[in-house]
């Protein structure tokens, strides 16, 4: 039986924010983990194009601004969702790296379940929009 589900990438180096977020979306999903950002890009390299990646942004081997350039670098399509315990002005210092990684939308630690389902709704939504048809 072949999965239609749409493919989503989650990437933190914390286990219980991958479980959670696991948890949150593996019934609309199928959700791919990986606790690091090497890890995220060997599974891509193995796995191919996800619809969506949602990364940390702090983590040890590099940030999740610099691994989210890297998978649209490679899967222009892919939609790219940061996490981050970041305020909102530290994130507009950040605004040009944003850009550059082609950031569809940055979510704040701690986040609301209902308003990240709903992100993440729209990304995949718009994911399929740049579908051919």
């Given amino acids: 039986m072949v999965n239609d589900k749409p493919r989503l990438m989650i990437v933190d180096d ?5 479980d959670l977020i696991y948890r949150t979306f593996r019934r609309q999903f199928q959700v791919i983990k990986a606790n690091s950002p090497a890890q995220a890009i060997e599974l891509l390299e193995t796995e191919g194009e996800v619809a969506l990646v949602i990364s940390d942004q702090s983590m040890p081997e590099m940030t999740g ?26 994130l507009e210092r950040e605004a ?11 979510i704040s630690k ?24």
């Avoid at 610099?66 to 530290?90: D, H, M």
């Avoid at 990240?116 to 718009?126: G, I």
């Fill in 14 to 18: 914390e286990p219980d924010n991958l």
């Fill in 110 to 133: 701690p986040w609301d379940v209902e308003e990240f389902k709903l992100v993440v709704q729209q990304a995949v939504d718009a994911y399929h929009s740049t579908e051919p048809t």
């Fill in 96 to 106: 040009s790296a944003l850009g550059m990684a082609h950031i569809f939308r940055c």
């Fill in 65 to 90: 601004i610099e691994l989210l350039e890297k998978v649209k670098a490679r899967f222009p399509k892919t939609i790219c969702i940061l996490l981050t315990g970041y305020s909102e002005e530290a």
